[in-house]
């Protein structure tokens, strides 16, 4: 079984950056991509980012396209979202998943069997 730890989450300033880092237990053969999500107060959870684990090919949900950036660490196991430019709507408890997921599906929370507890990102105006 996937554990993954995130951290980096806090309070920001609109216009700042934080990064967030997903730290799994296990070595990749427990899944093929890893991503972001996001659930703001009283609203659905969202997708935000995701990677390939084998080819690094990203994807990203509009709203934060030029803004976020995921990568991964192989060695580490883990993987981070850098996000600039950062807004108040980007407001949210960030989670962390993993799973075995092929194509477009990736963007599906559905298909992740794994989660992080989620760290809160908090921008001001």
């Known amino acids: 079984q996937v554990r993954l730890e995130e951290s980096g989450g806090g309070l920001v300033q609109a216009g700042g950056s934080l990064r967030v880092s997903c730290a799994a237990s296990?070595?990749?053969?427990?899944?093929?991509?890893m991503g972001w999500f996001r659930q703001a107060p009283g609203k659905e959870r969202e997708f935000v980012a995701a990677?390939?684990?084998?080819?690094?090919?990203?994807y990203y949900a509009g709203s934060v396209k030029g803004r976020f950036t995921i990568s991964r660490d192989n060695a580490k196991n883990t993987v981070y979202l850098q996000m600039n430019s950062l807004k108040p709507e980007d407001t949210a408890v960030y989670f962390c998943?993993?799973?075995?997921?092929?194509?477009?599906?990736?963007?599906?929370?559905?298909?992740?069997?794994?989660w992080g507890q989620g760290t809160q990102v908090t921008v001001s105006s």
């Open positions: 998943a993993a799973g075995w997921v092929i194509g477009t599906a990736i963007t599906r929370s559905a298909e992740y069997g794994y």
């Open positions: 296990e070595r990749t053969f427990s899944r093929n991509a």
């Open positions: 990677i390939s684990w084998s080819s690094g090919t990203t």
